[in-house]
């Protein structure tokens, strides 16, 4: 029997689930995701985690529990730095998150915490890759083939959001291979939705945002659909970068569809008491200003957000758009 | 040209006395107030943390007073307060303020940045010597004011009449503020020393001993910690605290040679294996290290959404029971009243002191 390797559907997997699936089942692992959020995630996630983190931490701590029961070894990798930019690292959460796993929830199978930094040299990918590889006792051709794949699978998904899907669509598309249909259609408005990944993405959690934007007629442009490299480039606009590698990249995409001006309205989604997202939205808000007086809502999420309230704001935010695009 | 700072407990008399050697004008800030808070939270983002917010209000004081240039620290994250200077900046610039903040970011990020703003605060004329020597000088006061509240907090569960060490304090502060050249502050040491020591003490009291630990902003400034070192040491408990501004009592005093930051990281390795930023490895550490120590208990003082200190507060459970010392998290925003601090202070200390009598019949019963 395989061994099982489990990996929380939360967090880094919105960036990087193609990767680690090839690579764990290229090496021959059995790979169990925990179910999209659900209410009972939620619930167990609120239940475990210390009660001052913010929602997607203990949402993170519900797709655990969801899987713990399930799986031999549970993927919980430690982000440091994935690229080289000033001081940019991830979120203190994301530093520490293995080590508040260990103290929250009891009963844990083994965690595979890699640490993830990929500045110190070219290879480090490869190097973590053979590190794991090696754990379970994968030959080295073996892992440089997986790892080959894994890479390829990731820049497919990445190419597909480029194109305009999102998380799930190109996921599925690379699963199933029916590309066109999944795309957006184009609506009478153009939204730009920027925050973290792992709340613009996961539907359970933004009440479906996106879906919500589609069906008032706007189309919704979110930070991975821009080019990695033209994104970095955004970078110039400012004195110091943050110190977080996804307040940066949202940051960076506020800068990029400002200028472009192809959208009518920026939406920042954030989580209720994100510590970064303090900064951040007070930044995207001055920035907004300057460039045009462009449109700005932020969209606050918690625990206890109700639908009726986020289409309520949805709708006059789009009303408000509608009025100001035939003036 | 007047220039003020961060109000940070009391190294204002340090800094005043090293802008003004400068030949500027310095503008000392208000002690954080009711006022200060309140104007900060008008304009800060509402998930800031309390010491951005209360160094915003203290900027929008000291503008008021006539300031027109502020020096502060920067950092290199992933804790928020590296990006404060930047987005105070922003804000003021907005509510219209002919400000600047002069923000000195960590050398080991740019070096040149580093000299580049040293230069731009260098009178002209004046040699890099003299320039140099200012700051040691600033630097052997704020070490001065350091020791003396060391001493203080040392002192104070012993004190027979409540309020002379806090009495004392207050004089030795104004002879420290009157000091200008280097060997009057060394002289004025001397004598602050003696006159601390010489508050009638009670030496046979036993009293409990409690480790501060947590963010520096409000272990550091009493007004926003309802002044809590003093409020336990006056309550007859034998505080100590892990952050001081200067090393002075990390090299000198501080327990069995457990001194640096290394230490103190190894410490939590077991709990805690990354640096998180801001205070969060350190305070893991220090609980482990109070807990060898023999203290009775440990609080950690954090502000509200403080993320390192989050990250703690959730491995801490954890350590307390390994290492079997009672901690008590208090975070501290704008709305943290002082009558609900105390409260949750005196059902601590009922908790510590049972639980040292308990331990006492134990150990009793054993011999």
Not at chain 1, 122 to 131: G, H, P, V
Not at chain 2, 88 to 95: K, V
Not at chain 2, 214 to 219: F, L, R
Request: proline share 5%.
């Amino acid at each position: 029997m395989p061994v099982r390797v489990g990996i929380p559907r939360y967090l880094g997997y919105f960036s990087f689930y193609p990767l680690w699936k090839t690579f764990f089942e290229e090496i021959e692992l059995e790979v169990i995701t925990s179910p999209p959020t659900n209410q009972q995630i939620l619930n167990d996630g609120v239940a475990e985690a210390v009660n001052d983190a913010c929602i997607p931490i203990k949402l993170y701590h519900g797709h655990v529990v969801a899987i713990k029961d399930q799986v031999d070894v549970l993927f919980v990798p430690r982000f440091v730095k994935v690229r080289k930019l000033e001081t940019e690292t991830f979120c203190p959460k994301f530093l520490g998150l293995p080590d508040l796993l260990r103290a929250s929830i009891n009963n844990l199978p083994e965690l595979l915490d890699t640490r993830v930094e990929l500045t110190s040299g070219r290879f480090e990918l490869f190097r973590i890759a053979r590190e794991i590889g090696e754990r379970f006792g994968v030959s080295l051709a073996r892992i440089t083939r997986a790892y080959i794949l894994a890479c390829q699978a990731l820049r497919r998904y990445r190419g597909l959001m480029c194109k305009g899907m999102l998380s799930d669509d190109a996921l599925e598309c690379m699963e199933k291979g029916n590309q066109a249909s999944k795309r957006q259609n184009l609506g009478e408005l153009s939204i730009a939705v920027l925050g973290y990944p792992y709340l613009v993405y996961d539907h359970f959690i933004n009440m479906d945002l996106v879906k919500k934007l589609n069906g008032l007629g706007a189309k919704a442009f979110t930070a991975e659909m821009i080019p990695p490299g033209r994104l970095l480039r955004e970078a110039k606009n400012m004195p110091k970068q943050m110190f977080w590698y996804y307040s940066n990249r949202a940051i960076h995409a506020a800068y990029y569809y400002l200028k472009k001006k192809r959208v009518d309205g920026i939406i920042h989604v954030t989580a209720f008491a994100c510590g970064p997202d303090a900064m951040l939205d007070r930044l995207m808000e001055m920035e907004s200003k300057k460039w045009g007086r462009m449109p700005f809502l932020t969209l606050s999420i918690d625990e206890e957000t109700g639908t009726g309230g986020v289409d309520t704001r949805l709708e006059a935010f789009i009303d408000m758009l509608k009025r100001r695009s035939v003036k | 040209m007047k220039i003020t700072y961060p109000h940070m407990g009391y190294s204002y008399v340090a800094f005043k006395m090293l802008i003004n050697d400068l030949g500027y004008e310095a503008v000392v800030p208000p002690e954080p107030s009711k006022r200060t808070i309140d104007l900060g939270v008008r304009y800060a983002p509402e998930f800031a943390c309390i010491p951005f917010k209360v160094l915003l209000g203290t900027y929008l004081e000291t503008i008021e007073m006539g300031a027109e240039m502020a020096i502060t620290s920067g950092g290199m994250g992933p804790c928020r307060a590296g990006y404060y200077g930047i987005m105070h900046q922003r804000i003021l610039n907005e509510l219209g303020h002919d400000f600047h903040i002069h923000i000195f970011e960590p050398p080991q990020v740019n070096y040149l940045d580093f000299i580049k703003k040293l230069k731009a605060i260098k009178p002209r004329g004046m040699s890099w010597r003299t320039f140099i020597q200012l700051i040691k000088k600033g630097y052997g006061k704020l070490e001065a004011i350091d020791e003396m509240e060391y001493l203080m907090y040392r002192i104070m569960p012993f004190e027979i009449n409540k309020g002379d060490t806090a009495n004392a304090f207050k004089k030795v502060l104004e002879i420290l503020d009157e000091a200008q050249t280097a060997e009057e502050i060394e002289d004025a040491r001397w004598e602050c020393r003696k006159m601390i020591a010489k508050v009638p003490q009670d030496r046979s009291r036993v009293p409990l001993k409690i480790g501060i630990i947590g963010e520096i902003y409000v272990v550091l400034e009493p007004a926003v910690n309802f002044y809590l070192q003093k409020t336990l040491g006056e309550m007859g408990v034998y505080t100590d605290r892990s952050i001081w501004l200067t090393s002075y009592t990390q090299k000198n005093v501080l327990v069995e040679g457990k001194i640096g930051e290394k230490d103190i990281h190894e410490m939590a390795h077991p709990y805690l294996n990354e640096l998180i930023g801001g205070h969060g490895l350190n305070s893991i550490g220090e609980i482990v290290i109070y807990a060898e120590d023999g203290y009775d208990g440990v609080i950690q003082l954090a502000p509200f959404s403080c993320i390192p200190e989050i990250m703690a507060k959730g491995i801490v459970p954890r350590v307390s029971r390994e290492e079997g010392i009672p901690v008590m998290t208090i975070f501290i925003d704008e709305q943290t009243a002082a009558a609900g601090v105390l409260t949750r202070l005196e059902a601590f200390l009922d908790l510590l002191k049972r639980r040292r009598e308990q331990q006492a019949i134990k150990e009793k019963s054993l011999a």
